[in-house]
């Protein structure tokens, strides 16, 4: 595709439901980031994709917080149990490989009431 | 620990006035270092890497390492270059990039 493309754009859930966020990467970028973005705050790491490999997971919040990746394609980013402090932008971005340019989607913002 | 500070939030210059972000880090090896940028209803983009020693869009930003710092610098800011910036950084062999909170500038007419 043309770009990072992040589904939904906005979603607003009851505490105690789960979520879950997609990224469609652009095509043929093997690396994928999930941030997060809590309001007037910086970027925070997630989980990185090699492939639909994720070797390092140390930075989901909780066990509460799952990635997945199909392939070199489609990640979902789930939150069970949603909590009022997961409410945030989530960010996906793509990279070629681990070691160049990432380009970011728009971003889902979360909002658990 | 890794980290990246921008200790301004908000930075309001007039048009034609110079503008410097600031950032400070602190890595125990030998990071890269990234600034970005986010306009208004624009995603998140690279604005410009110390690698590169490049200046794009007029700014340019100087790797320190005695001070730990990679500040943004551009002579004449523009009304255009009103948006967030964020600092990165990467550990080089590592793939997690950490961002600073940001700084929205904003240039006045």
């Known amino acids: 595709g043309a770009g990072v493309s992040q589904s939904p754009s906005n979603k607003v859930t009851e505490k105690g439901k789960d979520v879950e966020l997609r990224c469609d990467p652009i095509s043929g970028h093997t690396a994928l980031y999930w941030y997060r973005q809590r309001l007037g705050q910086g970027l925070e790491f997630l989980i990185y994709?090699?492939?639909?490999?994720?070797?390092?997971k140390s930075g989901l919040p909780s066990d509460r917080f799952s990635a997945e990746r199909t392939g070199e394609s489609v990640s979902t980013l789930t939150i069970q149990r949603t909590q009022q402090e997961d409410s945030a932008v989530y960010l996906c971005a793509s990279s070629l490989n681990l070691n160049t340019e990432a380009f970011f989607g728009q971003g889902t913002r979360l909002t658990v009431v | 620990a890794q980290r990246v500070t921008q200790p301004e939030k908000l930075l309001s210059v007039f048009k034609g006035a110079p503008v410097e972000l600031k950032c400070n880090y602190s890595?125990?090896?030998?990071?890269?270092l990234f600034w970005y940028v986010q306009y208004s209803r624009q995603r998140l983009q690279l604005l410009l890497r110390?690698?590169s020693r490049e200046s794009i869009k007029g700014f340019t930003a100087d790797l320190n390492k005695g001070e730990t710092s990679f500040h943004l610098k551009k002579p004449f800011a523009q009304e255009e270059d009103s948006a967030m910036y964020y600092c990165?950084?990467?550990?080089?062999?590592?793939?997690?990039?950490?961002f600073g909170a940001g700084t929205r500038l904003f240039v006045k007419a």
């Open positions: 890595y125990s090896g030998s990071p890269e």
């Open positions: 990165a950084l990467r550990d080089t062999g590592g793939f997690k990039t950490i």
């Open positions: 110390h690698i």
């Open positions: 994709f090699q492939g639909n490999s994720a070797p390092d």
